[in-house]
């Protein structure tokens, strides 16, 4: 029996957005359905899959809501929970595969990052009526015109461990140093070899 070898093919492969179904497809063209896979590796060499990363995204958030309890309780007290793009129920909410990887749909989880870091880990409770929408409005609107919870973007979140972040060249729409900072330096393809 041989083992399987996975090679760093490309690092960065930084943002997809609206175009990771194809991305995915041509990937599986390329190398084979089942044959590559998207991997996080940190600037201290450890290699993260989803679990991981998102683990990272819940222990920011709970670092960043227990320095700024007012925002948290804000958050708390005005909604019943946070969602991305895609409008969801209070159990998908968390759950950080409720969005992920779903055809025609952007993948969606630091929602999931702050409900667990505020419910779960810092023990809060939501007592709003209406979910708070966390994403970032459009570059060419004024950030009054821009979903109300904004700011709690993982591109505007400092990564808990600014030392992960691996020192490669990536712009994006997100701030240096944050969640998503992160998520995109390290996002790595790896290919599997035999």
Sequence with gaps: MTK?????EKKPIGFFGKNRDKQYRNWDQEYGEGKWRIVWLLA?????????????YVESYEKYFKEHSD????IVQGYSYTYD?????????FNPYALLDKPDIPNQFHHVAINIALAQRLGLKFK???????RDGKADQ???????GWQWG?????????????????????????????????KTLQVQRV
């Design 4 to 8: 399987e070898i996975w090679k760093d």
């Design 44 to 56: 201290d060499g450890r290699i993260l899959n989803f679990d991981d990363i998102f683990e990272l």
């Design 71 to 74: 925002e948290a309780l804000k």
């Design 85 to 93: 793009k895609t409008p969801i129920s209070f159990e998908e909410a």
């Design 128 to 134: 709003g009526l209406e979910p708070l929408q966390v």
């Design 142 to 148: 004024s950030k009054e015109n821009w979903p109300e």
């Design 154 to 186: 993982p591109g505007h979140i400092p990564v808990c461990d600014q030392s992960l972040i691996p020192m490669v060249e990536l712009e994006g729409w997100w701030n240096e140093g944050s969640i998503e900072d992160l998520y995109q330096k390290a």
